[in-house]
């Protein structure tokens, strides 16, 4: 909870997105569940996971949750590898073309809050996420 933090400031700024997130926390952990981290802080491992610890979300416009996909956009921070996933769609031949995607609700399905995530998506108001 010390060296495996990332931290998201802000999605705020940017046109048109319904749903936008600040001052974000997370802990990072491999497969084993031990903390994942390096030199500069939280690492993402796969397999591996992320708890999230604070932050808030703010949703402007109601919409159904059923249909939210998560598009990701991963780099890693090695001149041999770069970007992984841009907005969704897989930039790498050894990167399986549904990694990059996937369906909110169903992948959260057996996490704990998790419906109350997507509940709240379907409202809008804004929301703390710790």
Same mark, same amino acid.
């Given at each position: 909870g010390t060296d495996n933090i990332i931290?998201?400031?802000?999605? +705020?700024?940017?046109n048109n997105l319904p &749903?936008?997130?600040? @001052? &974000? &926390?997370?802990a990072t952990y491999d497969a084993n569940?031990?903390?994942?981290c390096n030199?500069? $802080?939280? !690492? /993402?491992? /796969?397999?591996g996971s992320a708890t999230l610890n604070q932050g808030t979300l703010v949703v402007s416009t109601r919409? !159904? %949750?059923r249909f939210i996909i998560g598009k990701l956009s991963l780099r890693k921070n090695d001149s041999s590898v770069g970007w992984v996933c841009v907005d969704g769609v897989a930039q790498n031949n050894l990167v399986r073309p549904d990694f990059c995607t996937f *369906?909110?609700? !169903?992948?959260y399905g $057996? &996490?704990? @809050?998790?419906?109350?995530?997507? !509940? %709240?998506?379907? +409202?809008? $108001?804004?929301?703390?996420? *710790?």
């Open positions: 931290r998201v400031f802000s999605t +705020q700024g940017v &749903v936008t997130i600040s @001052n &974000v &926390v997370m569940d031990h903390p994942s030199s500069t $802080g939280g !690492d /993402f491992t /796969f397999p919409f !159904d %949750a *369906d909110f609700c !169903d992948y $057996g &996490v704990i @809050n998790a419906q109350s995530i997507c !509940d %709240a998506l379907t +409202q809008p $108001g804004t929301y703390k996420l *710790d």
